[in-house]
């Protein structure tokens, strides 16, 4: 029994998915977890999550922003700040909000939480662009 | 006794009115959906962080401010959540007067108590009662998103630790179902992991000692909390939204049925009238003529 949760505050994306393996970007990077691994407590960064449900061999992938991700004995339980599915990205956007941020980045005199609000945003942004060349 | 024209013109405003409690019915009927929609969607999310926190706090005993239970506040903030926006029946009244009934009970054994009001009709009932508010959020029920939900967990939790309270609770409308909601005061800061359902089933011994941490546990924990507040506010904030629709649902249902009522009955009394002044206009044509004959 391997058992995947991932929800965001805003939606439920699977609940007590049986799974062979789930891959997501924990702190140290990448980060594979398979059936039986140590209990562990995580956060996680921007990148995509990878899950392959049992008995199916085609992997299931979506854009995690942010979040806690723990293992325990019966499986994983990812909380994600937000999650998208590779078909949501629109690569446009997420361009434009790249050149934004990095612009605002080179602004003069900013506060600390704004470098960072802006840091996160254009993280998200350059994932997204990185996750729609996967399609 | 009023005559035709006037209860011709009154039963079409009454026919008027009517349409727009439907419309208003109809609009609150379609929100509530949505904020229902919310509430389920967030619960499976707040149960399992709480059970993360749990893990970690139970398996590491660490102590944090804001997990610490203290018995006895003595310095209390009160979040009160109503809407901006009347016309949902005794919605507003019942929480504002629960909240004020809390107020003044708090405020003769507490040292200090504050109120945050979320919501244009609290800020007036205690604007009229000359009750001082600490700050006043409107507008709220058009961005009812976590975002939003995150920042004023994010104000609160600052209050905390700098207005030095013990502790803060809200209170808003449960909602219950579609027609009925319940006053609720929950506290939402900080929160008390022994009445929790995981001690009681001995849920930390699902853990061994040698849980691992990316990174530390304790940083961790802190980032977790704040997460924690920031959903319990969205949801009391959703449970709101949620109550306040429902309750304007069958405000309106109401209004509609009496204006129903209110139309048939000045129907009756029109059509009684026209049938009277018709009579009337016969029995002088007919006297008219049998005074001509005599």
Redo the contacts between chains.
Sequence with gaps: MFLL?Y??????VV?DLEVDQVTVP???GQLTLLPGH??????LGVGLIKYRPKGKSEEITSLVSWG?C?V??TGV?I?AETAESLEEIDRERAENDARMMQKKLTEPNLEPNQIMKYQRKLQKALARIEASKNV | MANLKDIRLRIGSVKSTQQITRAMKMVSAAKLRKAQHNIVSLRPYAKKLLEVIADIALSKHIHHPLLSSSVDSKKELLVVLSSDRGLCGGFNSNINKFAHKIYLEKANVSDKVDLILIGRKSFDYFKARKVNCKEAVFNLAKEVSYDYAAKIAQRLMEDFSEGGYDSVKFIYNEFKSAIAQEIVCEQIFPIDLSRTSFSETGNNSRFSEELIFEPQPEFMLDGLLKQHFAIQVYRCLSESVAAEHGARMSAMENATKNAAEMIRSLTLTYNKLRQASITTELIEITSGAEALKG
């Design positions: 949760t929800v965001t505050p805003e939606k439920k609940s924990a702190y140290r140590a209990p562990l407590i995580s956060t806690y723990e325990n004995p339980n909380l």
